[in-house]
Each structure stands twice: as structure tokens, then as C-alpha cells.
């Protein structure tokens, strides 16, 4: 039983960490690396909490974080994405079954497009000039919370 309310801490120390994600990338458009670092930092907690075994589930976790790294690098090396969001979801993947971190794409995506109409539209609205730039953490942010809050209520 304390097992399961050090897992369902953990998640709450993730929602708070991703909250404070969202607001910084709102502000400044910056997520920190401090910030990335502690969300992967804690993962061999999760793992650890979760009784994953090393092989094949950590060993996974390991690999699907790979390969959301090197996806989203591309993005960024394409300036699509920032360093910040590309850190932020990798480090998300360390979290979370290849099938949730789908989800979390999937759902990443569709919150992201909302974003940009609302960053565009107040762009406009304002006349700044130049591009503007899309605070994308936001829409990481609120598709993992959106993921992880069934199970912390």
C-alpha cells in the first residue's frame, strides 16, 4: 500500500514539474535544463516504484526515449521545435509505455495546433513584429498532465 502512494507522489512531483514547465515556456519561451534534467532524473524513481524489471521494460523505456529524442531533434534541427521541448518530451518518454508516449504525441499535436492559433491570433492582435514564437511546452505540458491525472484521482 505505501508503494502505491509513493507512485502516485511521484506523478504529483511530475504535475508540478510540468506545470512549472508550461508557465516558463509561456513567459520566456525558454524550458530549462534543470528542469528537463529533474524530469528524467526521477524516472528510475517511477521505474523503481513501478517494480520494473530491467529487462525488457527499463531496457524499453531507454529505447523509446532514444528514439523520441531523435525524432524531435530533427524537428529541431529543422527549426520546427525548440532544444527545451525536444528535452521535455524525451525525458517524458522515460516515463511512459510506448503506447502512452503515442498518446502523448498524438495529443501533444492537436494541443499544439490550438496553441499556435492562439499564439498567432494574440500576435497579430498586437502587431508585434516578426515570427512568433510558439510556446510548445504548453502543449507538451498539458498532454501529460491530460495522461497522468486519471491516475493520481
Known amino acids: 500500500m505505501m508503494g502505491e502512494y509513493f507512485r502516485v507522489?511521484?506523478?504529483?512531483?511530475l504535475g508540478v514539474l510540468l506545470i512549472i514547465a508550461a508557465i516558463t515556456d509561456l513567459r520566456s519561451r525558454i524550458i530549462?535544463?534543470?528542469?528537463?534534467?529533474?524530469?528524467?532524473?526521477?524516472?528510475?524513481?517511477?521505474?523503481?516504484?513501478?517494480?520494473?524489471?530491467?529487462?525488457?521494460?527499463?531496457?524499453?523505456?531507454?529505447?523509446?526515449?532514444?528514439?523520441?529524442?531523435?525524432?524531435?531533434?530533427?524537428?529541431?534541427?529543422?527549426?520546427w521545435m525548440g532544444g527545451g521541448d525536444v528535452k521535455l518530451l524525451a525525458a517524458l518518454a522515460l516515463w511512459f509505455p510506448w503506447q502512452v508516449v503515442m498518446s502523448l504525441i498524438?495529443?501533444?499535436?492537436?494541443?499544439?495546433?490550438?496553441?499556435?492559433?492562439?499564439?498567432?491570433?494574440?500576435?497579430?492582435?498586437?502587431?508585434?513584429?516578426?515570427?512568433?514564437?510558439?510556446?510548445y511546452g504548453v502543449a507538451i505540458s498539458l498532454s501529460a498532465l491530460w495522461l497522468i491525472w486519471p491516475t493520481i484521482f
Open 32 to 79: 530549462s535544463n534543470r528542469l528537463n534534467l529533474a524530469v528524467a532524473a526521477l524516472a528510475p524513481l517511477w521505474w523503481v516504484a513501478s517494480g520494473m524489471p530491467l529487462w525488457p521494460d527499463i531496457a524499453g523505456q531507454l529505447l523509446i526515449a532514444a528514439i523520441v529524442f531523435g525524432i524531435f531533434a530533427g524537428l529541431f534541427s529543422l527549426g
Open 9 to 13: 507522489a511521484m506523478l504529483c512531483l
Open 106 to 135: 498524438v495529443l501533444m499535436a492537436v494541443l499544439g495546433g490550438v496553441v499556435t492559433i492562439v499564439t498567432v491570433v494574440h500576435h497579430r492582435m498586437t502587431r508585434r513584429l516578426g515570427q512568433p514564437e510558439i510556446p
